[in-house]
């Protein structure tokens, strides 16, 4: 198995009396997909904030690429090449695909270079060249972002989030809404950015985390309640139990 870049380590939160997160310990590994799926309210999505520095845990630690980053404020966990794509639209849909992306990665070019019109970096149009290639949307590069399809506007949003340069991308549901045929795009981008990206995903849709993650790990009531490849976790009867049903 490849490296490890993400550690988490028995982290935990309480909302008032509500254990939201309770020493939950995990490891994510370069260029894998790695998932984490659960019933409604089970901590997913509470997890991610407190990986990716939204909310602070209580206890436990969260090392990413060797350093430990538990505590430290979401921008500075973002520099570090932790990116995460939002579940509310991060987009400007008055722009093109093509600025956005610029926007995103230009925020990455060194301090100057803010400074010069958009249409003067190369590297900059090089990058956005590639970013959409990497999510399928060259043929949509001119059309402003309120015309694009919602699962669209959601690739735009992973490859706003790669224009960080991340190792690593937080994905929340990434396929929440979208059609059958979205769906399916989606799931072809998320195994093709695998190769050069560690991806965690939180997804409701098993089919697709059973088919292109190479970890699961089991959410329940705030608590890991199993991990394993997608073939033991699909066959472990607590899971089935709890959350995949059919007993
Ligand atoms: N900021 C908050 N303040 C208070 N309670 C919260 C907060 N965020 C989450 N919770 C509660 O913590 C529990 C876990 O919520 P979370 O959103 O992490 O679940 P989830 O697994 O992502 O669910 P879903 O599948 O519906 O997205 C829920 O009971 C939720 O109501
Ligand atoms: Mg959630």
Known sequence: ????????DEVSVSFGGLRAVEGVSFEAHRCSVTSVIGPNGAGKSTLFNLISGAIRPQSGRVVFDG??????????ICRMGLARSFQISNLFFDLTVQENLRLACQVNEPGRRLLLPLAFSK?????VDALLDRVALE???MNLVGNLSHGEQRRLEI?????????????????????HGDTEDTKRTIQDLSRSVAVLLVEHDIELVM??????????QGKKL?????????ANRAVREAYLGGG
């Open 67 to 76: 350093r430990d980053i538990t505590g430290l404020p979401p921008n500075r």
């Open 123 to 127: 590297e900059v149009d090089a990058k």
């Open 1 to 8: 198995m490849s490296e490890s870049i993400l550690r988490v």
């Open 226 to 234: 199993a991990e394993g490849d997608p073939d033991t976790v699909r």
């Open 159 to 179: 490859a706003v989030a790669l224009g960080s340069e991340p190792g690593m991308l937080l994905l929340d549901e990434p396929t929440q809404g979208m059609s």
């Open 139 to 141: 043929s949509q590069r």
């Open 211 to 220: 088919g292109i993650s190479d970890w699961v790990v089991v959410m329940h």
